[in-house]
């Protein structure tokens, strides 16, 4: 999304949006396709210039992230299964909740906090965490650790950018691509691995 657009985006929707974003984003399924870090860096920025209260924004996100995260985690275990059994829809892609499970199989308990920082992974794995039955003691605890890491990190960061570098909302667009490459990284080292297992 052009910075353009992105920071007059962030403005409209406000405290209630962003809220909304991340908790839908982390873990309700329909909520994948949202650009969850590149608003949490736009708020954080808007934030620097004195829009947004930094201490409100970061609590705002924290709860909702660990809000959204606990959610998709009640969902996969009581109704999660037959998301297995469901077919693509213009919401719902099969595919990505596979990607979920794998990545979980890959990294276990830990998977919870690591998706936190991968598009689409980090709304299906605490889906997935539901569906596996985790310890909910175990899950919360990676939930919180990742909820404060990303959350509050990309958010700060955007603050913190934005208070020692004013002019830096000029180059959004580029850093805002940037996060979105090395949130895909580990995707393609998976996909990299594998692709090197089978040769």
């Known amino acids: 999304m052009h910075h353009f657009a992105l920071i007059p985006l962030v403005k409209l929707i406000g405290y209630p949006g962003l809220f909304?974003?991340?908790?839908?984003?982390?873990?309700?399924?329909?909520?994948?396709?949202?650009?969850?870090?590149?608003?949490?860096?736009?708020?954080?920025?808007?934030?620097?210039?004195?829009?947004?209260?930094?201490?409100?924004?970061?609590?705002?996100?924290?709860?909702?992230?660990?809000?959204?995260?606990?959610?998709?985690?009640?969902?996969?275990?009581h109704v999660g299964v037959r998301l297995f059994l469901r077919e693509d829809s213009r919401f719902f892609r099969h595919e990505y909740l596979q990607q979920a499970k794998d990545f979980y199989d890959t990294h276990g308990v830990v998977a919870v906090f690591l998706a936190r920082f991968i598009p689409v992974i980090r709304t299906f794995a605490?889906?997935?965490?539901?569906?596996?039955?985790?310890?909910?003691?175990?899950?919360?605890?990676?939930?919180?650790?990742?909820?404060?890491?990303?959350?509050?990190?990309?958010?700060?960061?955007?603050?913190?950018?934005?208070?020692?570098?004013?002019?830096?909302s000029l180059y959004l667009t580029p850093i805002v691509l940037l996060i979105v490459a090395v949130t895909l990284i580990p995707i393609f080292w998976k996909l990299y691995r594998e692709s090197g297992a089978k040769n």
Do not use: C, H
């Not at 399924?29 to 934030?47: E, H, Q």
């Not at 997935?128 to 960061?157: D, E, P, Q």
């Open 20 to 77: 909304a974003v991340v908790f839908f984003e982390s873990g309700v399924f329909f909520g994948f396709f949202l650009p969850g870090a590149s608003m949490l860096f736009a708020a954080g920025l808007l934030a620097s210039q004195g829009f947004f209260s930094i201490w409100a924004l970061l609590a705002l996100i924290v709860v909702a992230a660990v809000l959204g995260d606990s959610t998709g985690y009640w969902f996969g275990a």
């Open 126 to 168: 605490p889906i997935v965490a539901g569906i596996v039955k985790m310890r909910y003691r175990t899950f919360l605890m990676y939930n919180i650790a990742g909820a404060f890491v990303w959350g509050a990190g990309v958010t700060f960061g955007g603050y913190f950018l934005g208070q020692r570098f004013p002019f830096i």
